[in-house]
């Protein structure tokens, strides 16, 4: 076992963790974070999209030892308290979703492209979320969401409350 010592959507977590342990095993196992999904086990789909100190990183590619020292925000710590990040304003303006499954993924990704750059093209949109699958293949209004987001504040969710958790294996 591994000791790491992060934060997760703003509360600070310890824990003894197997070196094995792939990041989003440790988000939805032993964090219960489930917003962060499995879609594959390629790490082609992009389903388990989560920020890595302002990063977006597929996290079943990444193992949770590796985020040691680390800031992680999930689908679940982007939006304000009581409130939907921009971006996930957009989708659900937009209709950006059909299943959702890919969803949370798509909303992590597209926040993270927008950070990067604001005022993206449609080629740039497709082209930054290019690593994320929609297997209800609902691109157009996932692209016409992260146009009609773009501009607005996407900045990610350091309004989170921190708080201190002790995660014991
Ligand atoms: Fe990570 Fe598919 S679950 S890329
Ligand atoms: Fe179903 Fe994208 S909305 S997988």
């Known amino acids: 076992m591994t000791r790491i010592q992060l934060t997760v959507d703003g509360a600070r977590v310890a824990d003894d963790v197997e070196p094995r342990m792939l990041l989003v095993q440790y988000l939805r196992e032993r964090l219960g974070k489930t917003g962060t999904v499995v879609g594959c086990d390629t790490s082609n789909c992009g389903a388990c999209t989560v920020h890595l100190d ?37 989708f659900r303006e937009c209709h950006g979703l059909q299943c959702g499954f890919c969803t949370p993924g798509m909303v992590m990704q597209s926040a993270a492209l927008l950070k990067e750059n604001p005022s993206p093209s ?9 690593g994320n699958l929609c ?10 969401a992260v146009q009609q987001a773009a501009g607005a504040s996407t900045g990610s969710s350091s309004d989170a409350t921190s708080q201190e958790q002790e995660v014991t294996a």
């Open 122 to 130: 449609e080629e740039e949109i497709r082209l930054g979320l290019e």
């Open 54 to 90: 302002g990063t977006s990183v597929k996290s079943c590619n990444v193992l949770a030892v590796q985020a040691d020292g680390c800031e992680v925000t999930t689908i679940e710590g982007l939006a304000p308290e009581g409130g939907l990040h921009p971006v996930q304003e957009a």
């Open 135 to 144: 297997r209800c293949t609902g691109y157009h209004n996932i692209v016409r």
